[in-house]
C-alpha cells in the first residue's frame, strides 16, 4: 500500500505563503499521478493541483482555476517528496489540504483528476488564511 504523509500547514494572514509537503516511500514511477486537495466542512473535497509523470521524460501539471497562477504543484523524486507551494493566500484558501496517488496517470484534462478517482490519500495538513 501507498503511504503518504502531509506536512506543513498552519496559519498565515492574507497575503501570506505556505509550503506544504507529502513524504512516500513508495515515490516511484509506478505511481503516475499524484495530486492535493482540500476540503471544508460541509463542501465535497476540491482539486486544486495535480501532477502526472506518466510520461518518465516529462511531467503535466494541472490546477484549479481559483488557485491557477497563485499555487505551484512539483516533486522532487530524491526526497520522496511532492510539494504544493501557496503563495497570495486567500482566506477562500483555508481548508484541510489532503495529498493523493493513484495508479494510473492524471489524464489529459485541464484540471485535476476528481477525487473518486484516487484510491491512496494521506490524513491531511489544516490550513487556516485570516483575513
Known amino acids: 500500500q501507498v503511504q503518504l504523509a502531509e506536512s506543513g500547514g498552519g496559519s498565515v494572514q492574507a497575503g501570506g505563503s505556505l509550503k506544504l509537503s507529502c513524504v512516500s516511500p513508495?515515490?516511484?514511477?509506478?505511481?503516475?499521478?499524484m495530486a492535493w486537495f482540500r476540503q471544508v466542512p460541509g463542501k465535497e473535497r476540491e482539486g486544486v493541483a495535480a501532477?502526472?509523470?506518466?510520461?518518465?521524460?516529462?511531467?503535466?501539471?494541472t490546477y484549479a482555476g481559483s488557485v491557477k497562477d497563485r499555487f505551484t504543484i512539483a516533486k522532487d523524486n530524491t526526497k520522496n517528496t511532492m510539494y504544493l507551494q501557496m503563495t497570495e493566500l486567500e482566506p477562500e484558501d483555508t481548508g484541510l489540504y489532503y495529498c493523493?496517488?493513484?495508479?494510473?496517470?492524471?489524464?489529459?484534462?485541464?484540471?485535476?483528476?476528481?477525487?473518486?478517482?484516487?484510491?491512496?490519500w494521506g490524513q491531511g495538513t489544516q490550513v487556516t488564511v485570516s483575513s
Open positions: 493523493a496517488a493513484k495508479y494510473s496517470g492524471c489524464g489529459s484534462g485541464a484540471l485535476p483528476p476528481p477525487a473518486s478517482s484516487f484510491p491512496r
Open positions: 513508495w515515490f516511484t514511477y509506478s505511481i503516475p499521478c
Open positions: 501532477i502526472d509523470f506518466s510520461d518518465r521524460t516529462t511531467e503535466k501539471s
